[in-house]
């Protein structure tokens, strides 16, 4: 059963469906195939990053952007307000 | 397709109740307590719970004249008492002439009448006559069409758009196609999913008007120096895995369904036309429900995640979480579960379809979760000082 769930096909994150201590394999919804691995825990509903995303890259979920990678992301860690800053209504 | 019908009442103006509500409402802050009293001793009473009408600047006052008027001629609403003091800037002699349309109303002074006691005893005396006449009013056959709806989410976490609200969204379709209103609101919880709106835009002149509306509130919040971050996603929104305003507005609006947008309204505005519209509202929920009822929404429907008990004076609220924990822990405050999308055993249509005959049900006279509480949640958008 899917432990992981990617909202669009364009995602760079999907939601974690459960708990996802460190180590554990990711299994998709839909049963597409995958290697990932959490490298962190990834609590439920939380976000996973699917592939590399750098500094200053968009982050994609809903097929769509919900801001920048503010740090190096690597597949299997976990995406939260640590590394994804929003581009919108930030006093700058 | 069949047109579906439910039980309401059929008014004078040709509108619809789900239910026959006594309206108490103090026109300033200094009669809010004699209100309260008068509405305690009476079933069926809805306390408006305003605390304004004095030192507050002309806008808002004018907002707040006509917001408590629309409350009265509420189709939910069958008669109201207002409760003045008597010094208020407030114009509550207005108030009753606007409030005047729909049912009965009433208009009492403390300083008239010679204090709270008699004021009180008054108006219990007013609104069970109100009420009574209102008993032996009979619910009739009528089409979903006369429905308005708001679509209304709070205490969102990452459940919110997996699945209540993409079922809500499915919802709102079926209501669409009745030629229901249906109305999301809600401004700064959809930046950052403005091009979605737009792109379902029925006409140019609504596409620019809702690109307006979230411009607007964008630079208004950029110009108070506030930084989003922290309030808009909530630190329960962030708890519940959701980053940033971009990600909670992408799953927000799944909430409106795939239907087009025929209208822009601003706050507390009655929709003139069938069909899906946005509402300017804040995304406080009390703020934002008591300006969706006062457009005439007979039922509001509100999606939570973290669970979120609110209910709202004159209309029924139905709660729709898609977190089978909330639906586990807070499930009393709650009216459907929409966590069996995630647990992958409904569709979002299944679920959709659900809540559509469950709003159905308590148009009909069914109770909230809500209504069984007492909920009687009531806070109008104020946009100046208090001085």
């Not at chain 1, 597949?75 to 590394?83: A, C, D, E, L």
């Not at chain 2, 979230?214 to 929104?237: H, I, Y």
Request: glycine share 12%; net charge negative; hydrophobic share 45%.
């Amino acid at each position: 059963m899917a432990n992981v769930l990617v909202i669009d096909s364009r995602d760079t994150v999907g939601v974690a469906l459960m708990d996802l201590p460190a180590g554990t394999a990711v299994e998709l919804n839909g049963g597409r195939p995958t290697s990932l691995v959490t490298t962190e825990l990834i609590p439920f509903g939380h976000k996973i990053a699917l592939v590399a995303i750098g500094p200053g890259e968009t982050i994609v979920k809903y097929g769509a952007s919900i801001g920048v990678a503010v740090d190096d992301i690597q597949p299997g860690m976990s995406v939260h307000v640590h590394n994804l800053k929003s581009v919108r209504g930030a006093a700058r | 397709m069949s047109m579906d019908s439910f039980q309401g009442y059929m008014r004078a103006d040709g509108s619809v109740g789900a239910r026959n509500l006594v309206a108490v409402i103090p026109s300033c802050g200094c009669s809010q307590h004699a209100a309260a009293l008068i509405a305690a001793q009476v079933r069926g009473a809805a306390l408006l719970n305003y605390t304004g009408g004095c030192g507050e600047i002309a806008g808002d006052m004018a907002r707040a004249t006509e917001l408590l008027a629309q409350y009265a001629r509420h189709p939910n609403v069958v008669g109201a008492v207002i409760v003045s003091l008597g010094c208020e800037t407030l114009d509550a002699h207005r108030l009753a002439e606007l409030a005047a349309g729909g049912g009965p109303v009433e208009l009492l002074t403390i300083q008239e009448l010679g204090g709270t006691a008699r004021t009180v005893s008054r108006g219990v005396d007013l609104v069970q006559k109100m009420a009574a006449r209102a008993a032996s009013l009979e619910r009739e056959d009528c089409p979903v069409a006369s429905l308005t709806i708001g679509l209304e989410c709070g205490g969102s976490d990452a459940t919110s758009g997996m699945a209540a609200n993409p079922a809500m969204g499915a919802f709102s379709d079926l209501m669409v196609a009745q030629g229901a209103r249906v109305i999301l609101a809600e401004t700064s919880e959809l930046l950052g999913a403005e091009h979605i709106m737009v792109d379902r835009a029925a006409t140019p002149d609504v596409a620019r008007a809702l690109l307006s509306t979230v411009e607007d509130c964008e630079r208004w919040l950029k110009a108070t120096g506030e930084d989003f971050m922290g309030k808009q996603p909530s630190p329960g929104n962030v708890r519940g895995g959701i980053t940033t305003v971009e990600e909670k507005a992408l799953g927000d609006v799944l909430k409106g369904g795939h239907s087009p947008f025929v209208q822009v309204l601003g706050y507390g505005q009655r929709p003139s036309v069938p069909g899906l519209s946005f509402m300017d509202t804040p995304g406080n929920d009390p703020a934002s429900v008591t300006g969706l009822v006062a457009a005439g929404c007979q039922i509001v429907t509100f999606t939570t995640g973290r669970g979120n008990p609110m209910g709202n004076a004159v209309a029924p609220v139905v709660k729709i979480t898609g977190n089978a924990r909330t639906w586990a822990h807070m499930g009393a405050d709650m009216d459907l579960d929409a966590s069996t999308i995630i647990a992958g055993s409904e569709s979002v249509e299944q679920v959709g379809a659900r809540l559509y005959e469950l709003v159905l049900r308590v148009a009909s006279g069914t109770r909230t979760v809500a209504e069984t509480l007492g909920h009687e949640e009531f806070s109008m958008l104020r946009l100046g000082p208090v001085y």
